[in-house]
Every structure is written in C-alpha cells, then in structure tokens.
Nanobody, 120 residues
C-alpha cells in the first residue's frame, strides 16, 4: 500500500493550492483520510480529516479557508487551500486509516510529504 501526495509548491499570500493524495495497492477498505502538516521546529499537526461517509473536521487555524474532500472510487483525498498565509508554510502529509487485503485490522499509512511554501 502506498500513499502518493502531490500538488505542493510556492504560492503568494492570498493564493490557492490543491493537494491530492492517492492510495494505491492491495486495499480492502479505507476509513478516515486526513491531512497533517509540519513546519520547521514544530510538531506534526492535524489539518483536516474526512470519514468514508463524508464527515469532516478541521483545525481551527484553517476553518473557512481549507476544504477536504475525497473520491472513494479513486481512493483519493484532496485538500483545497485558499487564502493561504505564510503561517501555512509546512510539509503536508496525507494519512489513511485502511484495511489492506489479507489484513484484519485497520492500520495507519502515511504518504511522503509535499512542501507548501507561502511567500511573496
């Protein structure tokens, strides 16, 4: 099982970016999919999460600016980021709680991060 994130980059303050993360491999089912971020010197923090049913939750710092969504058929989660601020600069990681084929429990899988830099 692999999670591949894409869509990061350099953007000016006030700009937008869309991150994508596809889960591939021998997957039986995916439960919650999430985005985390980690800025230099900081701990990794939850940005947003979405359940298989579509329920979402967001960090207070991104509410009203970021939107998480998913395509269950494509095993893909998205993070639409708008009104970006320099404080949003971080490496963004996707996470999925999923059951792999042949497994019996849900495990947490991480993708490699994608850098988001908000700067003028």
């Amino acid at each position: 099982v692999q999670l591949q994130a894409s869509g990061g980059g350099l953007v000016q303050p006030g700009g937008s970016l869309r991150l994508s993360c596809a889960a591939t491999g021998s997957i039986f089912s995916i439960n919650t999919m999430s985005w985390y971020r980690q800025a230099p010197g900081n701990q990794r923090e939850l940005v947003a999460a979405i359940t298989v049913g579509g329920s979402t939750n967001y960090a207070d710092s991104v509410k009203g600016r970021f939107t998480i969504s998913r395509d269950n058929d494509e095993n893909t989660v998205y993070l639409q980021m708008t009104s970006l601020k320099p404080t949003d600069t971080a490496v963004y990681y996707c996470n999925a709680d999923l059951v792999a084929l042949g497994d019996y429990v849900s495990r947490s899988y991480w993708g490699k991060g994608t850098q988001v830099t908000v700067s003028s």
